[in-house]
């Protein structure tokens, strides 16, 4: 035990103060000084002498009063160094394997701690030499283990992964109240890099520590398993492509093994391929082309089925979320006669690449075919009401009847296919002109509840110059809010020039229904604006009526205002397209996630959001929602919900949940709304806009941890790292124990890693002592000089 002596001082003056007492003591100081240089006899000299020690003196007994000083005595002895055992907790290490093939296999923790305990002489030895022994644990990060967890290292191995890297990191931070490190041992599988280029971090951050580490691999060269080791899928497809979806099959123990890999979505199977597993470790390529035949976000995965004695059966599915878009809007567009109207929607979708358009004229009505030569050669094709609205009619994305006689024209008998397609899902555009709305063609009730306005009564064209009038729900609906940003709204566009007066459906409640532009004067019998454009959402389709046939105008008038650098009517009827096909933009009642992928242990957010029919936030409406796992139960029905609940949307129509603990698996999270006649259900699985939606995520295991097994490549890995460092490689499956002597960096000479036994603290400014001396100082300093006839 050694003793250290110092000053400390427990009072430091303020600025003004240490900056008068410095002056003050260089005065004094100087002063002293050229007295004691004045010539003198030799015995004046050493009264100049001691003149001057008592001025020092006296000098230093006043600032250890200012400065309040402290004489420290500290008991010091060497506190010794710090060795540091990194011992892995990752997945992997709940992994069995053997020494020779056709043992029996052996987790590779339990290995770990049968060598820890062989270790516990060497353990007891490395203490009485003096070094302080600290055992962490690591995966993604590293913590301490002390107590009966650090003599046994008996733990379920379960981290997500093994950042080797970090915890060695973690050991360079410069800890000063703490010994200095001296070596490390890491006790792993080595499976800590899944790549050359994190291979090479965790050589250098060892490196850079300068002390050597040792390795104890625990791993063994044989083990079963097979594994989905790489997906490579795309975030995005597009409905009816082709899509491929590959992935890297790897076996160890199983070469030439038969199997059968499974293309899943959503827990069902849609494709499968045969496949004979190569040699160990090396990836079998599998490839999966499907088309997608529906909009919506999906769960896939590629499987393998588990084989016997497998190490582990966590990396035998690998799933990944997919969303499927379209790619082609097929559109139908049905015009009773051509005008510069019909013209103008023509080439506004023929322009979209994304559009492919199927559009007929009507050139000839029952008058004309009953006299027309069927069987002259410029004879005009008879319109294809059977194809079109009887055997295609499904395979249409939005239909348009622009200015169209379904009497006229023979499609009458067909009005109840078209009110089904809408119920399942289609969207509906119905656009006014002299022969739209003038014989009750579309008077059909099956229609006519379908649609936001009045079809049972005739709406002759009046022709009359006029500015549309923006509803309230119009400057909040995807459809026309452009034009309240407007700097003048409609006031700054052309005007049309005729409209059907047409009048709001009476249970326009019931679906949804909604003006969104109405004239500014014609009002209907209960004094209500005529609706102009309007719209509803009845079932799963969407309808919409326009009243006139003019707004070609908007796209082609002179000085037209552009708006956002778009014409008008590129904007009016491109926002119609979407919402019609339920853009992501448009829905109702919306659900998210926060992500589609999670991490184990990660929480889940949901958040739902609902709207008005005029767009507005809606609060206060009961939502239910419930989880489930996406894969079906064993009947074929739904999984049973995990958790389900209610949720009353707040001011801006939003209500969110927060799931935590998910195990590993793929879910479905539903939300459905109540309308005035109940909910509608969604077959759709991406479910916008539908009264009740849809959203899928996965919940993913440990990372890429297990997607590498085989300890041959760690092995080799721990090796080289306690080779570059001057550290000692061992197995545990050779039965090796850390040894009594391990390599350590040689003790440096200097005050670091002195432990304090014991410490006391002596004040040198207070009490009668510091008084004393203050006053012999300065006395006798003052007693001298008059003796010897000084000033």
Do not use: C
Request: negative net charge; glycine residues 8%.
């Amino acid at each position: 035990m050694n003793e250290r002596w110092s000053l400390a001082a427990g009072h430091v003056p303020e600025s003004i103060v240490l900056v008068l007492l410095a002056v003050a003591v260089l005065m004094a100081v100087g002063e002293g000084l050229a007295a004691f240089r004045r010539p003198r006899a030799p015995v004046a000299r050493r009264v100049a002498a001691g003149l001057l020690a008592l001025r020092l003196a006296a000098l230093g007994a006043l600032l250890a009063v200012a400065f309040e000083l402290t004489l420290r005595v500290e008991q010091v002895t060497p506190a010794g160094r710090r060795l540091v055992v990194l011992v892995d907790a990752s997945a992997s290490m709940a992994l069995a394997d053997a020494e020779q093939e056709g043992d029996e296999p052996q987790s590779r923790q339990a290995r770990l701690e049968a060598a820890w305990q062989r270790s516990a002489d060497a353990r007891v030895g490395w203490r009485d030499d003096g070094l302080v022994v600290e055992v962490r644990g690591f995966d993604l990060g590293s913590r301490p283990y002390t107590g009966e967890l650090a003599e046994t290292l008996a733990v379920q191995p379960r981290g997500e992964g093994s950042d080797l890297a970090r915890a060695l990191g973690e050991l360079s931070q410069p800890e000063p109240d703490r010994a200095p490190l001296a070596g490390v041992v890491v006790i792993s599988d080595g499976l800590v890099a899944p790549d050359p280029a994190a291979d090479a971090q965790v050589r250098a951050v060892a490196e850079g520590l300068g002390v050597p580490v040792t390795t104890l691999s625990a791993g063994a060269p044989h083990i079963r398993d097979v594994s989905v080791a790489q997906v490579r899928a795309g975030e995005f497809a597009f409905v009816e492509n082709v899509v491929e979806l590959e992935a890297e099959i790897v076996a160890h123990g199983l070469s030439g093994t038969a199997t059968t890999v499974e293309l899943r979505r959503n827990g069902l199977p849609v494709a499968s391929q045969s496949l004979r597993l190569g040699a160990d470790g090396v990836p079998s390529e599998v490839r999966f082309e499907v088309a997608p035949d529906r909009v919506g976000q999906f769960v896939y995965e590629i499987a393998v089925p588990p084989q016997p004695r497998e190490a582990t059966e966590a990396n035998n599915t690998r799933a990944f979320v997919v969303k499927v878009l379209r790619d082609k809007v097929r559109v139908l567009h049905v015009a009773g006669r051509p005008d510069w109207d019909v013209r103008a929607l023509r080439t506004l979708l023929r322009r979209d690449p994304n559009v492919e358009l199927l559009s007929y004229y009507i050139l000839r009505g029952l008058d004309d075919i009953a006299r027309e030569d069927t069987t002259a050669a410029l004879s005009l094709i008879p319109f294809p009401t059977d194809e079109l609205f009887e055997e295609q009619l499904g395979s249409f994305d939005l239909i348009i009847l622009h200015n169209f006689d379904s009497v006229l024209h023979q499609v009458e008998q067909y009005l109840d296919n078209i009110a089904q397609y809408v119920e399942d899902g289609g969207a509906l555009v119905l656009i006014g002109g002299d022969l739209a709305f003038g014989d009750l063609g579309y008077a059909l009730p099956e229609l006519a509840a379908l649609l936001p306005v009045d079809t049972r009564t005739r709406a002759p064209l009046e022709h009359e110059p006029f500015r549309p009038s923006l509803t309230e729900a119009g400057r909040r609906h995807p459809i026309t809010a452009w034009l309240a940003t407007a700097d003048e709204g409609w006031a700054q566009l052309p005007a049309l020039d005729d409209h059907n007066p047409l009048s709001t459906n009476p249970r326009g409640e019931t679906i949804g229904a909604a003006t969104l532009l109405s004239h500014p004067d014609d009002t209907d019998p209960r004094g209500r604006g005529r609706p102009i454009l309007a719209v509803a959402e009845p079932g799963r389709g969407r309808t919409m009526v326009l009243s006139t046939g003019s707004t070609w105008r908007l796209g082609f008038a002179p000085d037209l205002p552009l708006i956002d650098g778009a014409r008008p009517y590129d904007l009016l009827w491109l926002s119609a397209v979407r919402w019609l096909l339920r853009d992501d933009s448009s829905g109702r009642l919306t659900l998210e996630t926060d992500k589609p992928r999670y991490r184990v242990g990660e929480t889940v957010e949901l958040q739902a959001k609902t709207w008005s029919a005029g767009y507005a936030p809606e609060p206060g409406i009961a939502v239910s929602w419930s989880l489930r796992p996406l894969a079906p139960g064993p009947d074929g029905q739904p999984a049973k919900a995990l958790a389900e609940g209610q949720w009353t949307t707040d001011g801006l129509g939003r209500a969110r949940e927060a799931l935590q603990e998910l195990p590993v698996g793929a879910y479905v999270a539903s939300a459905r709304r109540e309308l005035a006649e109940g909910a509608v259900s969604a077959d759709d699985a991406d479910g916008l806009g539908e009264h009740e939606v849809r959203r899928v995520f996965i919940v993913e295991p440990p990372g890429r941890e297990l997607a590498e097994v085989d300890a041959d490549p760690g092995i080799t890995r721990l090796a080289a790292l306690a080779e570059a460092t001057g550290g000692e490689a061992l197995s545990a499956v050779d039965g090796d124990a850390l040894p009594r002597r391990i390599p350590l960096t040689e003790p440096q000479a200097d005050r670091d890693g002195l432990r304090v036994d014991a410490r006391r603290d002596l004040p040198l400014w207070n009490g009668w002592v510091a008084l004393l001396l203050l006053l012999a100082t300065f006395g006798g300093e003052w007693l001298l000089r008059r003796r010897q006839g000084e000033p």
